[in-house]
């Protein structure tokens, strides 16, 4: 679904900028509502988790593959404000290192892999964890449909960007019809990879899923106005408590997160398909990369996810797997500290509230 330079018009690119920096500006003051000292670690290892799995093409129908596109796990992870900029940065680390997805098409990038599919898999994911019951397995079966739902979601969000602004003269009718059908495909795959990670995170450490907070009760604090969640009242030095099966520490968590992400991205990538995915099939067949342009990173040492000079291929993608990933970590975890210090800054609590 990165899409490249060329694909979309400059003015409909510069929207679609605008809108991007809106929704990141946005979402920075409304992830200082969800980072908290135990999740603001986590939403960089989400980001970097992202970046690994996208890496692992899988095939879903003959001469097409598909990836991870990580709205729906981020927002259910950490957030919908915080899933925002996850997916943000690995769309940043990706254009800019890796020649992935076009900087002119950045905002259109970010507008349709991390607003769209953030917006719509959250809003699904709320709505069915209000009318199933209170347990761990709705919420994974939530996270299954919300992630199903985002993917083609995705895609109508392109072909309609692209049917306002395409740079070739293609039926849009066509367009839809080609990038809907791939993509429900391909979002079975997302929901697979999405309740699976999700559920493992809830059997360790369920206090720090954010979707599924509704199955406590939570204290809260106003604060400038603005309620905010409280530390629970029986934290004590190891952090909140959680239940005798359930007492993972944070830091085993991001340990294991974190080296489950570079193997994904140092190994498990060389296997993944080499088939073009959902968005580079449709664009070949229907003819919409006619006026692709050179990426302005095509010369970085990383582009297309290899080392230059290294002539190994797999210890050349296995080392820019592995860059990736600790870049993203580190970037996305400076970030998200940033805001949580930022909100911890802020914080004045003046009236206590039980919700």
Request: glycine fraction near 12%; proline fraction near 5%.
């Amino acid at each position: 679904m990165h899409v490249p330079d060329g694909f979309i018009n400059a003015p409909t690119s510069a929207v679609t900028a605008v809108v991007a920096a809106g929704a990141i500006a946005v979402s920075l003051r409304g992830a200082r509502r969800e980072l908290d000292d135990r999740t603001a670690p986590l939403a960089g290892l989400v980001a970097a988790f992202i970046f690994a799995v996208q890496m692992l093409n899988f095939p879903v129908a003959a001469g097409t593959s598909g990836h991870l596109l990580g709205g729906a796990l981020a927002a259910i992870l950490v957030g919908p404000f915080t899933g925002v900029l996850c997916v943000s940065v690995v769309l940043l680390m990706q254009g800019v290192l890796f020649a992935d997805g076009g900087l002119t098409a950045l905002g259109v990038n970010i507008t349709d892999m991390a607003i769209v599919t953030t917006v719509v898999a959250y809003a699904v994911f709320r709505g069915l964890v209000k009318v199933l019951p209170r347990s761990r397995r709705s919420v994974t079966a939530a996270s299954f449909v919300a992630a199903v739902l985002s993917v083609p979601a995705a895609a109508v969000a392109f072909t309609f960007l692209y049917w306002i602004g395409g740079t070739t003269d293609v039926a849009i009718g066509k367009v839809a019809t080609a990038m809907i059908g791939v993509h429900v495909l391909i979002g079975i795959g997302e929901a697979v990879i999405t309740a699976l990670t999700v559920g493992a995170v809830l059997a360790v450490r369920p206090d720090l899923v954010h979707g599924a907070r509704d199955l406590r009760q939570t204290l809260r604090l106003r604060v400038n106005g603005e309620l905010v969640d409280a530390p629970p009242a029986d934290k004590g030095p190891a952090g909140p408590a959680v239940p005798a099966a359930a007492r993972t520490s944070r830091r085993t968590l991001w340990a294991t997160g974190l080296v489950t992400s570079l193997v994904l991205a140092g190994f498990v990538s060389f296997y993944a398909s080499a088939s073009p995915d959902g968005l580079e099939k449709v664009a070949a067949d229907k003819g919409i990369d006619a006026k692709t342009g050179k990426h302005a990173a095509s010369d970085s040492p990383l582009a297309d996810y290899g080392v230059k000079d290294v002539t190994n291929a797999r210890l050349s993608g296995g080392l820019a797997g592995v860059i990736g990933v600790g870049v993203t970590v580190v970037g996305g975890s400076a970030m998200f500290w940033a805001v949580r210090r930022r909100r911890g800054a802020d914080a004045s609590p003046t009236v206590v509230e039980n919700v």
